[in-house]
C-alpha cells in the first residue's frame, strides 16, 4: 500500500511542479516521505479524527465538527485534542440534529469549511491518519481538500473498522445442533457481531464512549480502539508499519 502512494505522490508533485501552492498544501505533499514499513507501527504518530455532518451523503452533505487526537508512542495525548465546529454554509437538517445536537445557532460563527481544513491540516502534520470507518471521515475531507487545494489528502489513512473486523473481531462459531433447537444455524450472541460501528465494538471491548455522536467523544473512543488494535498486532508478531498498513488500508489513499 505504501509503494503505490508513494508511486501516486510522486506523480502527483510532477503535476504540480510549476505550482506554487499554499504552505499548508505543500507540506501535505510530504507526508509519506517520513514512513518506514520496517519500523514498529507503533512508534509513529496518528491522528485519530471523526466527523459529524449534516447528513450521510458524501457528495452533498457537509462537515458540521471535526474531533481528533494524538496517538504517539502508543500512548493517546489527552492534552493534544482538536476540536473544532464548522459553518456547513447551510441548513442543517432537523434529523441531523437529533444525532449530533448541534443546532444552527452554535454553528452561525464558526469557520467554514476551507477555514476548518487549514486548521485541521495545521493539527495532522504529516501524522497517519485513523478513522472509523475511514472511507465517509475521508471522503468529506477529500471534498475539501479538492475544492480548496486541487488534490486529495496525502497521508495514509488507516481504517480502524477494517482492523477490528480483521484483528479483534471473534468468528461466529456454529455450535453443534442438539434436538429441539431451530433449524437454521446456532450462535453464540457473545460472539456475533453483525456489525462492526464504533459503538458494537466499544461495547466488546469494553470502552465507554464519552457523547457518543459528538465529533471529540466518538475520536476518542476510535484512539482507545487503536491501542488495542496496535497491541494485537504486537502480539501477532506483527507490529512493523508494513502491517499495520496491510491489515488496516482497503486502497483510502488516492491522487488527483
Known amino acids: 500500500m505504501l509503494l503505490p502512494a508513494r508511486f501516486m505522490n510522486r506523480l502527483l508533485r510532477f503535476k504540480l511542479r510549476r505550482r506554487t501552492l499554499p504552505p499548508l498544501a505543500a507540506a501535505n505533499l510530504d507526508a509519506l516521505d517520513h514512513l518506514d514499513i520496517t519500523r514498529p507501527a507503533a512508534s509513529y504518530t496518528y491522528t485519530v479524527v471523526d466527523l459529524e455532518t449534516t447528513g450521510l451523503d458524501t457528495r452533498k452533505s457537509s462537515v458540521v465538527s471535526i474531533g481528533a487526537f ?46 476548518a481544513l487549514d486548521r485541521f491540516l495545521t493539527f495532522l502534520g504529516s501524522d497517519i491518519m485513523v478513522a472509523h470507518p475511514a472511507w465517509f471521515d475521508i471522503a468529506f475531507l477529500n471534498r475539501l481538500m479538492l475544492a480548496r487545494y486541487g488534490f486529495r489528502l496525502q497521508n495514509i489513512v488507516i481504517d480502524s473498522r477494517l482492523l477490528c473486523e480483521r484483528l479483534l473481531l471473534p468468528h461466529i462459531l456454529p455450535l453443534p445442533r442438539k434436538p429441539g433447537l431451530q433449524e437454521n444455524r446456532i450462535t453464540n450472541p457473545a ?45 501477532n ?3 512493523q508499519l508494513g502491517d499495520l498498513i496491510r491489515v488496516g488500508t482497503l486502497g483510502l489513499m488516492n491522487t488527483k
Open 70 to 115: 494524538k496517538v504517539i508512542d502508543g500512548r493517546i495525548h489527552l492534552g493534544r485534542m482538536f476540536d473544532q465546529l464548522v459553518n456547513p454554509g447551510h441548513t442543517v437538517v432537523s434529523e441531523a440534529i437529533k444525532v449530533h445536537g448541534l443546532v444552527p445557532s452554535m454553528l452561525v460563527s464558526a469557520p467554514s469549511g476551507p477555514e
Open 191 to 235: 460472539r456475533s457481531f453483525p456489525t462492526a460501528n464504533l459503538e458494537t465494538i466499544s461495547q466488546h471491548l469494553g470502552i465507554r464512549i464519552y457523547r457518543r455522536h459528538s465529533a471529540t467523544g466518538d475520536a476518542l473512543a476510535t484512539a482507545m480502539i487503536l491501542q488495542r488494535c496496535l497491541m494485537k498486532l504486537k502480539q
Open 237 to 239: 508478531g506483527q507490529e
